[in-house]
């Protein structure tokens, strides 16, 4: 089955050269809540491991199941996250709030991703490397409070079963990753 959409891209490819610029301006990164207290070198430093990418309407970034090695802001647009739990109950929410993170269960530790992420129209992410943010958390416990916060506020979207559970390992890993600093 071909996955060439009209204008000879991949759909479901997660990276399309075409589309992908390396680096951000890190002053856009300050509209993030997540990394808005960062200290200005930190900053400096996470925007050059970051890649802006232009997803188009229906293509993937991630898929359920696959390595789990980086995090997503949403700068423009809508992504749409789809699960299917082991129970074979399909779970999905939509992330389309500007300077909103997903994916970032990869602050777990986890190898796998969780979810399938799909852009539901054209949509503008940044990506940056689970090092590169990991090492931001640690030296910056401000961030990691603002993060704490931001996942408190999702996991409404979750699961009700297994809300809690996931709750509770985040906080833990992000305390653990503060707590260094």
Not at 7 to 14: P, Y
Not at 79 to 105: C, H, M, N, P, W
Not at 119 to 137: C, G, K, M
Request: glycine share 8%.
């Amino acid at each position: 089955m071909s996955r060439t959409s009209v204008n000879g891209t991949m759909k479901g490819a997660r990276h399309n050269s075409h589309t992908s610029v390396a680096g951000v301006n890190p002053l856009v990164l300050t509209n993030c809540a997540q990394l808005s207290h960062l200290a200005t070198e930190d900053l400096v430093r996470l925007s050059k491991s970051a890649v802006c990418r232009l997803v188009l309407d229906g293509e993937r970034l991630f898929e359920q199941g696959e390595a789990a090695e980086s995090v997503f802001v949403l700068l423009d647009g809508k992504v749409r996250l789809d699960r299917s739990t082991d129970e074979g109950i399909g779970v999905s929410y939509e992330v389309g709030s500007a300077y909103a993170t997903f994916g970032d269960v990869v602050l777990l530790g986890e190898e796998k991703r969780r979810y399938t992420s799909t852009a539901s129209r054209n949509t503008l992410v940044v990506e940056f490397p689970l090092e590169a943010v990991t090492a931001a958390i640690a030296s910056n416990q401000p961030q990691g409070v603002a993060w704490r916060g931001s996942i408190m506020a999702r996991l409404h979207r979750l699961e009700p079963h297994e809300a809690d559970t996931f709750a509770w390992r985040i906080l833990d890993k992000l305390s653990q990753l503060t707590d260094a600093a």
